[in-house]
């Protein structure tokens, strides 16, 4: 199947006012930032649409899809993360036209020159990440190695890390 490729840039107040698509695929190492979070080896699904609606704001509305590999916060193992993110963006050319959008949108502050669609698209990618990545099923985390506070096993009680530096006090501070 063949797929479009994006302009680097594009201007979305045109594609809005002719109420354009933007459907096709990015690579995730395109996207630099994202790509110094995770393994940046698949690619990201787009479907936006961009208008104008009844209330005279240009808008793109769509969903972006992939799936990235993130470090669990808890286990340090690796995590699959699928991202189904859904955009609802209000274009405004002004930060003072922020607060004259309908609460449908999230501000997306564009100028007339245009705005790279790689870094729109990690943008939102970005966003739509949790602040601590981490499994959802604690037993992925003790496939890593991972033991749950509280649970200890025999070896761990017998181990005493710090028990050599009692070995480095005199006698006489031992016994205090």
């Not at 209330?55 to 972006?64: A, D, I, M, R, S």
Request: charged share 25%; proline share 7%.
């Amino acid at each position: 199947m063949w797929v479009p490729q994006f302009p680097n840039k594009i201007n979305l107040w045109h594609l809005a006012a002719e109420s354009g698509r933007l459907e096709g695929e990015l690579m995730l190492a395109a996207m630099l930032r994202l790509a110094a979070l995770n393994r940046a080896d698949g690619k990201v699904t787009v479907s936006l649409m961009a208008g104008l609606d009844d209330q005279g704001v240009h808008f793109v509305k769509g969903k972006l899809r992939t799936e990235i590999e993130l470090v669990c916060q808890r286990c340090l193992g690796p995590l699959q993360l699928p991202l189904d993110v859904t955009v609802s963006l209000g274009l405004i050319r002004v930060e003072a036209e922020a607060d004259r959008l309908p609460g449908e949108y999230e501000p997306l502050l564009v100028p007339e020159s245009g705005i790279a669609v790689a870094s729109l698209v990690e943008d939102e990618l970005l966003l739509a990440l949790p602040q601590i990545p981490r499994h959802e099923n604690l037993r992925e985390c003790e496939a890593n190695g991972y033991a749950a506070p509280g649970t200890t096993t025999p070896e761990a009680e017998r181990r005493q890390p710090f028990a050599v530096l009692a070995s480095l006090l005199p006698d006489s501070k031992r016994s205090n």
